[in-house]
């Protein structure tokens, strides 16, 4: 399993630009698929962005599909999502989690993920 730390959140005004990243360690971060969920107060976890071990396959939630991009540098063994065009309703704390190595198919199911970070807040003012 990889140990993950995500950063990069903050207080930003409606329409504004923020990039998350998500610092792995271990040596399975290149073989394994990652994604961004969030968590609104009195909400449930919902899915934001997965990608794929080698970052050639991409899926986005509806609600941010066109203003959130997910990428992966296995380089440097991180992750990151840009989020432009930010919403009151994006507000939530944002976790990065990654599936066990090996595994083909992106999951989109928190269940699904093995190893979660400890989240960051992202709070969009109107």
Request: overall charge positive.
């Amino acid at each position: 399993q990889v140990q993950l730390v995500e950063s990069g959140g903050g207080l930003v005004q409606a329409g504004g630009s923020l990039r998350l990243s998500c610092a792995a360690s271990g040596r399975t971060f290149s073989r394994s698929n990652m994604a961004w969920f969030r968590q609104a107060p009195g909400k449930e976890r919902e899915f934001v962005a997965a990608i794929n071990w080698s970052g050639g396959i991409r899926y986005y939630a509806d609600s941010v599909k066109g203003r959130f991009t997910i990428s992966r540098d296995n380089a440097k063994n991180t992750a990151y999502l840009q989020m432009n065009s930010l919403k009151p309703e994006d507000t939530a704390v944002y976790y990065c989690a990654a599936q066990k190595d090996n595994i083909m198919v992106i999951a989109r199911r928190s269940a699904d993920f093995a190893s979660w970070g400890q989240g960051t807040q992202v709070t969009v003012s109107s």
